[in-house]
């Protein structure tokens, strides 16, 4: 089953330094969210850099009708 990851869950998965599942999946609001928070809370170096790992290793939803088509993925 694929996960729609929010803003919560990847700041979670960031301070524990992991990706996400496998079948894992974020929206390009949720990027913003948490680059926003990260900016906000002043993240160091090794935080933005775990961040961008996580945020290079899980695929990203860009805006369009298509995100409101529930299908088996």
């Excluded at 948490?34 to 935080?47: D, Q, S, T």
């Amino acid at each position: 089953m694929a996960i729609l990851a929010d803003t919560n869950i990847l700041i979670q998965y960031a301070r524990l330094g992991q990706n996400l599942p496998a079948d894992s999946f974020i929206s390009i609001i949720t990027v913003g969210e948490i680059k926003a928070f990260a900016l906000r809370n002043n993240w160091g170096y090794r935080k933005m850099t775990v961040l961008s790992t996580l945020l290079n290793a899980t695929p990203i939803l860009d805006l369009d009708s298509n995100i409101t088509d529930i299908y088996a993925m």
